[in-house]
């Protein structure tokens, strides 16, 4: 069965540090998003991605943010100069049609920032 | 803005037992989607099961059925026969109409218990 795919599972960066998440979403999908999930707290969505630019963006996702899909396959998330408060586990979702909410989540990626 | 209510943070089931996951919604919205995803201790989240607004008739997968009450926006998740591998987070969601925000907005979760 197709499956999002996130590496690494787990990333451990210094405060400050640039960190890029990548996800390799299912292969006939053409919407993509991420998702944030700060230990204990609901799922927060971050950013959704179709034609290579930016459809929709939530209010976490400032300047410090960034996505791209560089090759056709993956798609990933850039943040620049970690803060603390960045730890989390971060969600890739893709999906193949838009308005039929049917996302796909990846496994998550663990960001720890010390 | 829409919001998503999980009044229950954490249940348990006996296994084999029926449980029921309470979410409740806020919109002003007539067409939408809602959905419960679970996630297990791996972390990822997995679709359960989606219900359209529009669809008066409750949807069902296998043990899994929902109880949409579209005027009390009450959406609650019936697990039937539970099995230990249902234990996990349950995040109950919602997502606009199409052509409007692709967002899905999340409850807070339960964290669902099962006892052998």
């Known amino acids: 069965e197709p499956e999002v795919t996130q590496t690494p599972s787990h990333q451990v960066t210094q405060m400050g540090q640039e960190v890029i998440l990548r996800c390799v979403p299912i292969?006939?999908?053409?919407?993509f998003y991420w998702y944030r999930q700060i230990l204990g707290q609901k799922v927060e969505f971050l950013v959704s991605?179709?034609?290579?630019?930016?459809?929709?963006k939530s209010e976490i996702f400032d300047d410090q943010f960034s996505v791209e899909r560089p090759d056709g396959s993956n798609f990933t998330l850039k943040i620049r100069s970690t803060k603390l408060e960045d730890s989390a586990m971060y969600f890739c979702?893709?999906?193949?049609?838009?308005?039929?909410?049917?996302?796909?989540f990846g496994q998550g990626t663990r960001l720890t920032v010390v | 803005a829409q919001t998503v209510t999980q009044s229950q943070p954490e249940m348990s089931v006996q296994e084999a037992e029926t449980v029921t996951l309470s979410c409740t919604y806020d919109?002003?919205?007539?067409?939408?989607?809602l959905f419960w995803y679970k996630q297990p201790p791996s972390r990822q989240m997995i679709l359960v099961i989606r219900?359209?607004?529009?669809?008066?008739q409750n949807a069902t997968e296998n043990r899994f059925s929902v109880n949409f009450q579209k005027a009390a926006k009450s959406f609650s998740l019936k697990i039937s026969d539970s099995q230990l591998g249902d234990a996990a987070m349950y995040f109950c969601?919602?997502?606009?109409?199409?052509?409007?925000?692709?967002?899905?907005?999340f409850g807070k979760g339960t964290k669902l218990t099962v006892n052998p």
């Open positions: 919109t002003s919205e007539s067409d939408y989607y």
């Open positions: 979702a893709s999906s193949e049609l838009r308005g039929l909410g049917m996302n796909f």
């Open positions: 969601a919602y997502r606009g109409p199409q052509g409007g925000s692709e967002k899905l907005v």
């Open positions: 219900q359209e607004a529009y669809k008066q």
């Open positions: 292969s006939n999908h053409l919407y």
């Open positions: 991605f179709y034609n290579n630019e930016i459809s929709e």
